[in-house]
């Protein structure tokens, strides 16, 4: 299994940006896609996930209403859409996947190598 992250970047409070998660190496259509973030001084936290078994959503309650997830099927991609962003948004957002069939995740095995995500004006 292969995740790669992409997408992020600096961008200033208010503003939103989309990261994406290329996912590849399944060989069944069970697993589900967690995004997870690592703030400086904060634990790491999962904020979203995605269900590829039966296409149910997660987002972290707080976060609820500025974050949105989805799945391009055609690019077998998972894209985390971020709007209103804070600079308390600002950390490393990883990628992971599970053979879990549902959010959020408890047990995420795979894992991307992260993209950085910036809020500052």
């Known amino acids: 299994v292969q995740l790669v992250e992409s997408g992020g970047g600096l961008v200033q409070p208010g503003e939103s940006l989309r990261i994406s998660c290329a996912v590849s190496g399944f060989t069944s259509e069970h697993y589900s896609i967690g995004w997870f973030r690592q703030a400086p001084g904060r634990d790491r936290e999962e904020v979203s996930c995605f269900s590829n078994t039966n296409g149910s959503t997660w987002v972290k309650n707080d976060l609820k209403g500025r974050f949105y997830i989805s799945k391009d099927e055609p690019e077998n991609r998972v894209d985390l859409y971020m709007e209103s962003l804070k600079p308390e948004d600002t950390g490393v957002y990883l990628c992971?996947?599970?053979?879990?069939?549902?959010?959020?995740?408890?047990?995420?095995?795979?894992w991307g190598q992260g993209t950085q995500v910036g809020v500052s004006s």
């Open positions: 992971t996947a599970s053979l879990e069939t549902d959010c959020p995740l408890s047990e995420p095995f795979w």
